[in-house]
């Protein structure tokens, strides 16, 4: 991989990577897309990290959908498909872990602890082994981006770390590998997450800008779907994560799924 995209790059390339855990949908064909008009050269990467699973979370079931995937990002046109093994991202002996402090111990930090250790190791290996101008991220993992855009700073990468806007179905779910989970009442509980979101921006636009009262608004509408259970619902600013701010992070429960949202109130929700 790494011989290809310096090649690449030597004959004069931009090489530009998308990362992601496969099961593509149209969230990260939209990173994809915007990849292609930033450089000559796309490299989808597609590995389920072991390293950002917690023991109680869903690596085994984490879905896969590897020739649809391929299908899709042949048809995208991209370049390469860096599809590595285990084995080949962490052979027997390697014990080398990267940890962002500040941004990364909130919120996910706090829930999923080792989750941001395991994301700031792969992506660090990533941008090694494909040494990209830039690398994509969608705004839907807020937090993460955050993270992936410190790392890139702090490690002298310089790849150009690029944050996408969130892809969402049309009733406001902002779409996820882990919505595949959902049965049917789920799926439809499972809108009263964007539906907080946007009770809240429609709030701050017409005028309400104390924050505690936006976060209980967004808590009311949680609160009023059975199926929901709220993990944390803070609105942070938008680089250090801690509050006092305007973006709304969440994290809710539905059924066993446990899935996350954000929004900046400051911006109208769209749709
Ligand atoms: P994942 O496969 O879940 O690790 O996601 C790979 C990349 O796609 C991450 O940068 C995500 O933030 C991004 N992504 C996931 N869902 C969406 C979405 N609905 N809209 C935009 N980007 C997304």
């Known amino acids: ?30 990173l994809v897309e915007r990849a292609c008009q930033d450089n000559t050269k796309v490299v989808v ?12 979370e869903d690596l085994d079931r984490y879905p896969a959908t590897p020739q649809r995937d391929l299908d899709l990002l042949r048809s995208a046109g991209v370049a390469a498909v860096y599809m590595p093994s285990a084995e080949t991202m962490y052979p ?23 989750h941001f ?26 937090q993460q981006a955050a993270v992936v855009k410190r790392l890139a700073r702090d490690l ?8 996408c806007p969130t892809v969402r179905e049309a009733d406001g779910l902002a779409l996820s590998s882990r919505n595949a989970y959902l049965g049917p009442e789920e799926r ?28 209980r608004e967004v808590l009311e509408v949680l609160e009023a779907e059975p199926l929901a259970r709220v993990d944390y619902a803070a609105l942070v600013d938008a680089e250090t994560f801690r509050p006092p701010g305007t973006l709304a992070v969440l994290a809710v429960r539905i059924g066993k799924t446990r899935l996350i949202d954000n929004h900046d109130l400051a911006q109208p929700f769209p749709g």
């Open 1 to 30: 991989m790494l011989e290809t995209s310096r090649r690449w790059r030597r004959e004069g390339d931009s090489v530009g990577l998308v990362p992601t855990m496969g099961a593509l949908h149209a969230g990260h064909m939209s």
């Open 45 to 56: 990467s597609v590995f389920v990290n072991p390293l950002q699973f917690g023991p109680a």
């Open 92 to 114: 027997a002996g390697a014990t080398t872990r990267i940890q962002v402090h500040g941004v990364a111990e909130p919120l996910e930090g706090e829930a999923r602890p080792g």
């Open 117 to 142: 250790e395991g994301v700031a190791t792969v992506v660090a290996k990533l941008f090694n082994a494909i040494e990209p101008d830039r690398a994509y991220f969608g705004q839907k993992d807020a």
């Open 156 to 163: 002298d990468t310089g790849v150009e770390v690029c944050i």
């Open 188 to 215: 439809k509980a499972a809108a009263s997450i964007s539906a907080a979101l946007r009770r809240a921006a429609n709030s701050y636009g017409a005028g309400e800008h104390d924050l505690e009262r936006l976060r």
